[in-house]
């Protein structure tokens, strides 16, 4: 048992006030090392505490009382305070409190068990990692509560105030996707989420706007309910379209588009070309070229040479065995077998029942019919009840020896040729850019999309909101039907979409902000209500 107070333990209590210095205002007595942690004996200051009721200040002492705080751990370690407290009488005889007990600045409050250090942290363990992971955490500090008082201390916070917006960031998150959706708002000026509503409806936002005035600008995505909802709740703000998710939409569209012009992706076959068929009828047989021998049956001939060689020598089979490192079983095999191509086309490589399809599968061969699924449809029919890979061996060795010219490379898919109309040109590679222009030159209608693509990715990087009127009038006059709706949406939003395109703002920090739910999600799925996920989503940013 320390006593700080007497003698050298004046330093002592300095470095204890240097560790806790929310103790300055208590009289320490005794600290004590137990077996729960570090116990500190402590009693009030003799002052004039006032009454939380009327601010009368207390003279005349009532009792004392003993109670007990949680404090912050010291290292690991988990620290107790023992604090001998006072209650006053309260000498303002009009006042409804009789008595009241005396609280320390920073390190009581009424009915608390923890001190306010302890309680800030334990607030912030909760708001970045929830319950059980922060009862985790909490434990691994030395500090060991429950995962229900870290999910009631993240209740009790109080929301911070919202205070006077200029620009307001809208976007909804869902709840559960497909389901229930619910909209975060964000102060564009700190990029911090301001309230959460229940919702993604437009009366909700309009109702929470008339709530909030003095909001000049709202950053929103495409959606029709957060335009109606700004229009009606605040119609003198004006209303910004986020850039990406215009450009996003032109994605979509372009896409469709592609996919409507499909057949422009595939190259011409060349003028006098000889189909493929054609080319198949004079294809060798497999007796005039003779299979192209694999590693496997190169093996097989070379152990059965070498086994017969020892038999011939007079080795028995243990000793041939031990010179080749060789099993008895497969040593007795190739001892068995005539030749290796005995092996070779024998049980291992070659069913009996497949053999007896062999003389029907060379002719076919020879008549030019040389895809292995026909072939196998073809014996199927004739009774073979094997599998198609005995099939797709059997023609391998009989297709590589055709010595058939390399096929074209496939077309470009739909996605790809979407990516290279849309992505910077300076990013594309070589090989894309030929394959870009090869296909362009053939289609007259994915040029004309490019061309508009292009035109609007100024717009967007150079924010020429005053050429939007002119690159619609061009949209229309083309036959894209699927680019004609994209338009007929810009028109229905055009003064928004104006000045996405002329304005600085944008929703770049809402969906910041909607990551960072989505992470919160993922840590609270199917455990928590909607309350608690808001809690985080304004306490925690």
């Given at each position: 048992m320390l006593h700080p107070q007497a003698g050298e333990g004046t330093c002592y209590l300095d470095l204890l006030h240097l560790f806790l210095p929310h103790l300055k205002n208590v009289h320490v007595e005794t600290v004590t090392c137990t077996e729960n942690g570090l116990l500190i004996c402590a009693r009030t200051r003799y002052a004039e505490p006032s009454c939380p009721s009327c601010g009368t200040s207390g003279r005349r002492v009532h009792s004392r009382y003993r109670r007990r705080l949680s404090d912050v751990t010291c290292g690991d370690t988990p620290v107790t305070i023992e604090l001998e407290a006072r209650r006053f009488f309260c000498a303002n005889p009009v006042c409804a409190a009789v008595t009241f007990a005396e609280q320390v600045p920073d390190l009581t409050a009424a009915y608390a068990r923890r001190t306010p250090a302890l309680s800030r942290l334990l607030a912030s363990i909760a708001l970045a990692l929830a319950g059980r992971a922060g009862t985790r955490l909490s434990g691994k500090l030395g500090i060991h509560v429950s995962r229900s008082l870290l999910i009631r201390l993240i209740r009790a916070l109080p929301d911070p105030e919202i205070g006077q917006v200029t620009v307001l960031g809208v976007?909804?998150?869902?709840?559960?996707?497909?389901?229930?959706?619910?909209?975060?708002?964000?102060?564009?000026?700190?990029?911090?989420?301001?309230?959460?509503?229940?919702?993604?409806?437009?009366?909700?936002?309009?109702?929470?706007?008339?709530?909030?005035?003095?909001?000049?600008?709202?950053?929103?995505?495409?959606?029709?309910?957060?335009?109606?909802?700004?229009?009606?709740?605040?119609?003198?703000?004006?209303?910004?379209?986020?850039?990406?998710?215009l450009w996003k939409n032109l994605c979509d569209a372009v896409e469709k588009t592609v996919r409507a012009h499909r057949a422009d992706l595939d190259e011409p076959a060349p003028q006098g070309e000889e189909p493929v068929e054609a080319a198949t009828q004079d294809a060798p047989s497999a007796t005039e070229t003779g299979p192209i021998e694999s590693r496997t049956t190169v093996r097989t001939r070379e152990r059965h040479a070498a086994i017969h060689a020892l038999l011939t020598e007079g080795r028995n089979i243990t000793q041939i065995c031990r010179i080749l490192g060789l099993d008895r079983k497969t040593v007795n095999k190739y001892r068995h077998a005539a030749s290796a191509d005995e092996l070779l086309n024998g049980p291992r490589f070659r069913s009996r029942a497949f053999n007896d399809f062999v003389p029907y599968l060379q002719q076919r061969w020879e008549e030019g019919c040389t895809d292995a699924a026909v072939l196998f449809t073809e014996i199927t029919a004739r009774g073979y009840r094997g599998s198609a890979r005995s099939v797709r061996r059997y023609v391998q060795p009989l297709r590589a020896a055709l010595g058939m010219s390399a096929l074209p490379p496939p077309p470009p898919t739909v996605r790809q040729m979407t990516q290279w109309i849309t992505r910077r040109p300076d990013r594309l590679t070589e090989d894309d850019q030929v394959q870009l222009k090869d296909v362009l030159t053939r289609s007259p209608r994915l040029t004309a999309l490019a061309g508009h693509v292009a035109a609007f990715a100024r717009l967007l990087l150079e924010r020429r909101g005053q050429d939007l009127a002119a690159w619609m009038t061009a949209v229309e006059a083309d036959d894209l039907p699927q680019l004609h709706s994209f338009a007929r949406g810009l028109r229905r939003d055009q003064a928004a979409v104006l000045h996405g395109l002329t304005l600085e703002h944008s929703s770049g920090a809402v969906e910041g902000n909607v990551n960072r739910i989505k992470a919160l999600k993922r840590q609270m799925y199917g455990r928590a209500k909607l309350d608690l996920l808001r809690k985080r989503i304004l306490l925690g940013a």
């Open positions: 976007d909804d998150f869902a709840k559960r996707k497909g389901h229930a959706y619910a909209t975060v708002l964000v102060d564009m000026a700190t990029h911090r989420p301001i309230d959460v509503l229940d919702e993604r409806r437009g009366d909700v936002l309009a109702d929470w706007l008339r709530d909030h005035p003095g909001i000049e600008v709202i950053c929103r995505d495409r959606a029709g309910a957060y335009a109606e909802g700004a229009r009606d709740g605040a119609p003198e703000a004006i209303q910004v379209a986020d850039r990406w998710h």
